[in-house]
């Protein structure tokens, strides 16, 4: 089939979305004909990859507003209207491209969000809506919140359940989608019942598990060595509840004394919640809890390796990269029974837990660190199973072979 594609996020060499749209596309070209259009911001690095690492099939077309349109773009300020503007551009090439070839269908890839217009439903063709995903953080975690991130919940809350009603864009995509791919079951609950029908789970996230390095023997070494070591990489806002897992180590600290010197918290990211998790750390910032900041992806690969646990109490992530990378390095997760997460981590391979409140989530947190800390043989157990659980479900080969199967089924059925 001939595939054109929209993917504003796509880079050869980044993780988060980015790294997603590049897997996408790269591992679909194996088995179709696909023009992607994506920045011009994006060119020099995907052009200088594809020189060194050609692939078969895969075409891709640059737009970007012109500077004098963006003026008031300024870093990740503003970025979500920049993304806006430039699905307007994008459309533009898109009927351009439509015009000079037909193709089979016509899809909407990253940053799908359910609140965020795309027009590529104006393009002739099949149109296939996502990976999309949509949801609010829980009010009892909210509450808690600073004012501006409280009432950005709130807005979201409202955009959101406006969907069945209120938001055009959004409901000419679902009219005009002969399938709508959403990453979380939960984002059917935004969707109006006549479009839930054309919808199906497709996780956004996988990876290649040959790029993560990994060694049976050398993991079963790492969980026996003395030092725990508890790891947390991403953006540090405040729905990733990153707040509440210092806390909760802190206090596993004060609870347990004869555990000092022998755990450690290493913190990788940066963000506008950072000042409030220093502040939580208190005087254990800079001994047991490290803040490290922004590190180069490839640095942080190497230091994800010599982790114990990866800790990730978001209760609105509907895809979450950098828990997936940790499992497939052969790490187990302690997360949040929410969003994506709960595709990705099952009792088996990590440690899913109940989403309640910020007041019992400590607790549990606090019971589970100190219970791995000492069982050394469950965490060896949940180690294996992590890695294997990405290799099984979670590598691109897969998601794209689910992706072509039901394309085949749903497709053919509803001509």
């Known amino acids: 089939m001939k595939i054109l594609i929209s993917a504003f996020a796509c880079h ?17 070209a194996r088995y179709h004909q696909l023009h992607v259009i994506t920045r011009e911001y994006r060119r020099a690095d995907i052009e200088a990859e594809l020189e060194t690492n050609p692939v078969n099939n895969l075409y891709f077309h640059y737009i970007d507003p012109p500077a004098w349109m963006i003026f008031w773009k300024k870093g990740s300020r503003n970025f979500m209207a920049y993304a806006l503007l430039w699905q307007l551009f994008a459309l533009v090439m898109a009927v351009r491209l439509s015009i000079r070839q037909r193709f089979d269908i016509v899809q909407h890839l ?23 995903g949509g949801g609010v953080v829980p009010a009892v975690f909210a509450e808690n919140y600073r004012i501006r991130e409280w009432l950005v919940e709130n807005l979201r809350l409202i955009v959101l359940k406006s969907l069945k009603w209120l938001n055009l864009p959004a409901l000419l995509n679902m009219w005009r989608a002969r399938l709508i791919l959403v990453r979380t079951w939960e984002t059917l609950d935004y969707l109006p019942l006549w479009a839930r029908k054309k919808a199906i789970l497709v996780p956004e996230t996988a990876l290649d598990p040959g790029r993560f390095p990994y060694s049976r ?19 540090i806002m405040s729905l990733k509840n990153l707040h509440l897992a210092v806390t909760a180590f802190r206090e596993l600290l004060a609870r347990n004394p004869l555990l000092a010197g022998f755990v450690r ?27 490290h900041g922004f590190v180069d992806r490839a640095v942080l690969l190497e230091k994800l390796r010599e982790a ?4 990730h109490l978001s209760v609105k992530d509907t895809a979450a990269t950098a828990p997936m990378e940790a499992m497939a390095l052969g790490i187990p ?14 009792d088996t391979c990590g440690v899913p837990l109940e989403q309640s409140s910020p007041e019992l989530l400590v607790p549990a947190v606090i019971n589970e660190l ?10 060896f157990a949940l180690s294996c199973a992590a890695r294997a659980k990405v290799e099984q479900s979670f ?13 085949k089924r749903e497709l053919s059925v509803n001509r």
């Open 333 to 346: 997760v302690i997360c949040v029974k929410a969003g994506g997460m709960m595709n990705l981590v099952d």
């Open 265 to 291: 918290f290493d913190i990788y990211g940066d963000g506008p919640y950072l000042p409030v998790c220093r502040e939580l750390a208190g005087d254990e910032a800079g001994r047991a809890i490290i803040f």
């Open 308 to 311: 114990h646990l990866f800790i």
């Open 110 to 132: 990253t940053y799908g969000n359910l609140w965020l217009p795309t027009f590529l439903f104006f393009v002739p063709g099949t149109y296939i809506w996502g990976p999309v």
């Open 217 to 235: 023997k050398e993991r079963r070494d790492t969980c026996c060595r003395e030092m725990f070591n508890i790891v947390y990489a991403g953006r």
């Open 370 to 379: 100190k219970t791995l800390v000492t069982d050394r043989e469950r965490l």
């Open 395 to 407: 590598s691109w080969e897969r998601r794209i072979e689910q992706y072509n199967e039901i394309v």
């Open 12 to 28: 050869p060499a980044m993780g988060s979305e980015d790294g997603v749209g590049w897997g996408w596309v790269t591992t679909l």
